[in-house]
C-alpha cells in the first residue's frame, strides 16, 4: 500500500521550474530518503506533498488523499518537523505537547496518556516542567519529531531535521525514527547528511527539478560503482546547472 | 473549538511568560497619563511677569495685584525702566511685560501695553489674552462702580455706559483643562499600540522562528491562529482602557460624562481596526524589527500628528486634513470627546461609528486575501 504517489508532479514559478515532471511512490512505514543539493527543489516538492502549495500540473496523493481538493484531510493525517526548530521555547515541554496534542484533536485522556509515553520514552520525565529553551538543542529536536508524530500520523514530513546536532544526538534521533517506521508511520525526509541518507530504506536524489536517482542506497552504490553516498551524490550533483 | 482553545491558552502563555513586555503594556498608560497630565502640559500656569508703571495710581496697583493673585500669573518684579524689561525678556526670567502710561486712573480708556515672548507663538497668544481678559474685567468692575455712583446722586442724569459686555461661558471644558483633549488622545494611541503593534510582530514571531510553517501544515484553520492572537490583545487593552479612564477620573479629574458602554464599545470597534491593521502589516513584514518599523511609522505617527490629539486638524493644509480622514485615531478620538466630555448619545457618534465599522470590514477582507497569499 503506497502512502504517497506522484505522477509527473511539477511546479512552475513564472518561467522557472522549480518541480520538473516527478513521479514516485513511497510505501507504507517506509523511511525515504530526499535527497538534493540547496535549490534542487527538495522543498517545493515537499510543500506541494504537505499541502501548503498548488502544484502547478500532475497528480499526486498523499495518505489517499488528493493534493489539490483534499488539502484540510492530508494536513489531518500527516506531522511535520521544519529544519527550523518547531516547538515554543517560552512554554514548558508539558505545555508544548498538550498544545499540538490539542491542534491535532486528542482528547483529554489520549493525550494524559501519550504525553507520560513521550516522556517515558525521552527519559524526560524529569523535564516535564522545564522551558522548552533550557533544554540542549539534541533533546528539542528529538522532542520536537516525538510531537510531530504524536498523533500518530500515516505519514511524517521531516525537513533537514538534524542540522547543527552532533553524531551521537544524530543516530539517537535516527533511533526514533526506525521506532516511528516500525509503528508503520511512513517517513518522509530530506537530509544533507550522507551518512544519514545510508539509514534510508529507498533515497532519491533530486537535481535541477528532477529526480535523477531512486533506488536503495545499496543498489545506487553499486550502480555508480561508489563506496558510499556521498560519491554517488556528488556524481549526480556534479550536473546541475543552476546554482544556490 | 478544542484547537482553539489549546492555541488560544499558549498565546496568554506567550504574553505572561514576557514579563518585561507584559510590565511595559501595563505601565505605559500609567506613565503616558502623568507625563502628558503633569509634565507636558499647554495649559498656562505661574507665567512670569514684570511690570512697568509710569502711573502708580490707585488703580494700576489694583490691576497688579489682580494680575499677581491669579494663578496664571507671577510677579515677577516691578520695573523702573523700559531697558530693565528688555534685559529680562533677554535672560528668558519672564515672559509678559506690562507697561502702563502715566495717569491711568485719570483717563478713562488709556491703553495698557502688553510684550510678550513669541517665541512660543501659540503661549503668547495666551498669555496676552489672559492677561487682556483681567483688565478687562478690572475696568468693567470699576465701569459699574461709577456707574452706580452717578446714578445715586442727585441730578445726575444716570449716563450709563453703553459698552456691550460679553458674557463668556466655555461650554464643557470650563475650567479649559488640558486633560479633557489629551485623555482620549492617549487611549487612541495605546490601544494602537497594543493591538496593532503586538499583534504584528506576534504573528511575524511565528514566522521568523518557523512554528507558522508548522501551523499551516497543521489542520488549525489560519482564521484560528489569527483569531487567537488577538484575543489577547483586545483583553489587554481593555485592560488599558479601564486604567487610563480610572486615572483620569481619580486623578486628573476628568469627567465620564456620557455612557461608559458606549465609551467601551466604541474603544472595542477601534480596537478591532487597530488588530486588522497588525494583521495586515503581518502579511508585510518578514522580521519583527521589520513589523516594529512599519507599525511605527505608519501607525504610530499618524496617531500623533494627525488625529488631532496634538495638533488641531483645522489648522493644517487642506491636503493634510483629507489625509487625516484615513487615520482611525481622528474617529476615536472624536467619538470618545463626544460621549465622554460632551456627554452625547450613541446618536451623535453615528458617523465616526460608520467610519471604524467601515474600516474594519474593508482591512479585513484585505488581511485575509493576503495572508492566503502567502500561503503558496
Not at chain 2, 489694583?62 to 518684579?77: N, P, Q, V
Not at chain 2, 525678556?89 to 485719570?106: D, H, T
Not at chain 2, 442727585?154 to 449716563?159: L, S, T, Y
Not at chain 2, 463626544?338 to 465599522?357: C, H, Q, R, T
Request: charged share 20%; with cysteine; hydrophobic share 50%.
Amino acid at each position: 500500500m503506497n502512502v504517497i504517489e506522484t505522477e509527473n508532479l511539477t511546479k512552475r514559478f513564472g518561467n522557472f521550474t522549480a518541480v520538473d515532471h516527478i513521479s514516485f511512490t513511497v510505501g507504507e512505514g517506509e523511511i525515504f530518503g530526499f535527497l538534493g543539493a540547496n535549490g534542487a527543489g527538495k522543498t517545493t516538492a515537499m510543500r506541494m506533498l504537505c499541502g501548503l502549495s498548488v502544484p502547478t500540473s500532475g497528480e499526486a496523493h498523499v495518505a489517499g488523499f488528493d493534493v489539490y481538493r483534499e488539502t484540510e484531510s492530508i494536513k489531518k493525517h500527516i506531522g511535520y518537523m521544519s529544519q527550523k526548530f518547531s516547538l515554543y521555547g517560552d512554554l514548558k515541554v508539558w505545555e508544548n505537547i498538550r498544545l499540538f496534542g490539542g491542534i491535532y484533536g486528542l482528547s483529554g485522556k489520549q493525550l494524559a496518556a501519550k504525553t507520560d509515553e513521550l516522556l517515558r520514552v525521552l527519559s524526560l520525565e524529569s523535564e516535564r516542567n522545564t522551558l522548552v529553551d533550557a533544554l540542549p538543542l539534541g533533546w528539542k529536536q528529538k522532542l520536537a519529531f516525538s510531537v510531530a508524530v504524536l498523533h500518530e500520523p500515516r505519514v511524517v514530513f521531516l525537513d533537514e531535521p538534524t542540522g547543527g546536532v552532533d553524531p551521537v544526538t544524530r543516530r539517537q534521533f535516527w533511533e526514533l525514527i526506525y521506532q516511528a517506521a516500525e509503528r508503520g508511520i511512513t517517513v518522509f525526509v530530506t537530509t544533507h547528511y550522507m551518512d544519514e541518507a545510508e539509514y534510508c530504506n529507498r533515497v532519491s536524489i533530486m537535481v535541477d527539478g528532477k529526480i535523477e536517482a531512486l533506488d536503495s542506497p545499496q543498489a545506487l552504490k553499486s550502480t555508480f560503482q561508489a563506496k558510499n553516498m556521498n560519491e554517488v551524490f556528488h556524481a549526480l550533483a556534479r550536473k546541475a546547472k543552476r546554482g544556490e | 473549538m478544542k484547537q482553539f482553545i489549546s492555541f488560544l491558552r499558549k498565546e496568554f502563555y506567550h504574553i505572561f511568560r514576557d514579563k518585561r513586555t507584559m510590565l511595559i503594556l501595563l505601565a505605559m498608560p500609567v506613565i503616558l497619563i502623568v507625563l502628558f497630565g503633569y509634565a507636558i502640559t499647554t495649559e498656562i500656569k505661574s507665567v512670569q511677569v514684570a511690570v512697568l508703571d509710569q502711573s502708580r495710581d490707585e488703580a494700576t496697583t489694583r490691576i497688579i495685584d489682580r494680575i499677581g493673585a491669579s494663578e496664571y500669573f507671577e510677579l515677577y518684579k516691578v520695573l523702573d525702566s523700559y531697558e530693565e524689561g528688555e534685559a529680562l525678556f533677554r535672560q528668558g526670567k519672564i515672559r509678559l511685560l506690562l507697561v502702563f502710561p502715566p495717569r491711568y486712573a485719570s483717563s478713562s480708556d488709556a491703553p495698557v501695553q502688553l510684550l510678550a515672548d513669541a517665541t512660543d507663538p501659540n503661549e503668547a497668544t495666551q498669555i496676552t489674552s489672559y492677561a487682556t481678559a483681567i483688565i478687562s474685567q478690572w475696568k468693567m468692575e470699576r465701569q459699574s462702580e461709577m456707574n452706580a455712583v452717578t446714578a445715586q446722586s442727585p441730578g445726575g442724569n444716570g449716563q450709563l455706559s453703553a459698552g456691550i459686555t460679553p458674557v463668556v461661558h466655555l461650554l464643557y471644558n470650563p475650567l479649559m483643562k488640558g486633560a479633557y483633549n489629551f485623555v482620549p488622545g492617549v487611549m487612541g494611541l495605546i490601544l494602537m499600540l497594543i493591538c496593532a503593534l503586538m499583534t504584528s510582530v506576534g504573528i511575524v514571531k511565528e514566522k521568523e522562528i518557523g512554528t507558522m510553517e508548522v501551523l499551516l501544515v497543521s489542520p488549525m484553520k489560519p482564521i484560528y491562529i489569527i483569531l487567537a492572537k488577538a484575543a489577547p490583545y483586545l483583553l489587554l487593552s481593555l485592560v488599558n482602557i479601564i486604567t487610563i479612564l480610572a486615572l483620569s477620573y481619580f486623578l486628573l479629574d476628568v469627567p465620564i460624562a456620557g455612557s461608559l458602554t458606549l465609551l467601551i464599545a466604541i474603544s472595542i470597534l477601534y480596537a478591532l481596526v487597530a488588530l486588522c491593521l497588525g494583521l495586515l502589516i503581518s502579511t508585510i513584514a518578514n522580521t519583527q524589527q521589520a513589523a516594529m518599523l512599519v507599525s511605527a511609522v505608519v501607525l504610530m505617527l499618524p496617531v500623533m500628528l494627525l488625529s488631532g490629539m496634538v495638533f488641531p486638524i483645522e489648522n493644517m493644509p487642506v491636503i493634510l486634513q483629507w489625509l487625516s480622514n484615513i487615520v482611525p485615531a481622528k474617529w476615536y478620538i472624536i467619538a470618545v470627546k463626544d460621549v465622554m466630555i460632551k456627554g452625547l448619545s450613541a446618536g451623535a457618534i453615528w458617523k465616526e461609528v460608520s467610519v471604524l465599522a467601515f474600516m474594519v470590514v474593508v482591512l479585513i477582507v484585505v488581511s485575509v486575501k493576503r495572508f492566503k497569499i502567502r500561503l503558496e
